[in-house]
T-cell receptor, first 112, second 114 residues
Framework: GNSVTQMEGPVTLSEEAFLTINCTYT??????LFWYVQYPGEGLQLLLK?????DKGSNKGFEATYRKETTSFHLEKGSVQVSDSAVYFC???????????FGQGTRLTINP | GAGVSQSPRYKVAKRGQDVALRCDPI?????LFWYQQALGQGPEFLTY????????KSGLPSDRFFAERPEGSVSTLKIQRTQQEDSAVYLC????????????FGEGSWLTVV
């Protein structure tokens, strides 16, 4: 079946620290990969995506590279800000299936 | 509207009560999705509509759950005879054409069954 495993949280960092949130997946077929973010009091928002191997998705200083050989899509940011505090979800979709499969989420807190 | 709108935002139901959750997708969006998010977990797929047609309901956990979208716009998720394990946030999402395009999520309806 299709599944996503995320690094367990919560994660607490100081402002300007380097961030990595690990995500690995299992999929039947060739998935598209996504990172969604949920800020406090808001709905889920698409942060970035990649649709094929070696693609790099990027947005708001965040990056993630689709690694087929390691079935991974780790989220990185070079210098986090307090405003990045949120819950981050890794997700996949498989061609032909009109649905997203989500990981369990990682809560990130950035302290000033 | 500007985004996906869900109502009610918060609902407390007594066990055994029926509830109805409403979703107003972004105007013109063909695809509509319902997800269930338990506390501390990621969202789990419930069902998918393309216009008024319910094309996938494989995620509905039991026959107590029913969703409809009769005119291809507003959708309602109905839960009959609610049970405590139904307590969760119910998320609605829409997109202009399936998962290939960006999916926009509402803020969710928080259901607590007591």
């Amino acid at each position: 079946g299709n599944s996503v495993t995320q690094m367990e949280g919560p994660v607490t960092l100081s402002e300007e620290a380097f961030l990595t949130i690990n995500c690995t997946y299992t999929a039947t077929g060739y998935p598209s990969l996504f990172w969604y973010v949920q800020y406090p009091g808001e709905g889920l928002q698409l942060l970035l995506k990649a649709t094929k191997a070696d693609d790099k998705g990027s947005n708001k200083g965040f990056e993630a590279t689709y690694r087929k050989e390691t079935t991974s899509f780790h989220l990185e940011k070079g210098s986090v800000q307090v405003s990045d505090s949120a819950v981050y979800f890794c997700a996949l979709s498989v061609m032909g299936a009109q649905k997203l499969v989500f990981g369990q989420g990682t809560r990130l807190t950035i302290n000033p | 509207g500007a985004g996906v709108s869900q109502s009610p935002r918060y609902k407390v139901a007594k066990r055994g009560q029926d509830v109805a959750l409403r979703c107003d997708p972004i105007s013109g969006h063909v695809s509509l999705f319902w997800y269930q998010q338990a506390l501390g977990q990621g969202p789990e797929f419930l069902t998918y509509f393309q216009n008024e047609a319910q094309l996938d309901k494989s995620g509905l956990p039991s026959d107590r759950f029913f969703a409809e979208r009769p005119e291809g716009s507003v959708s309602t998720l109905k839960i009959q005879r609610t049970q405590q394990e139904d307590s969760a946030v119910y998320l609605c999402a829409s997109s202009s054409r399936g998962v290939g395009n960006t999916i926009y999520f509402g803020e969710g309806s928080w259901l607590t069954v007591v």
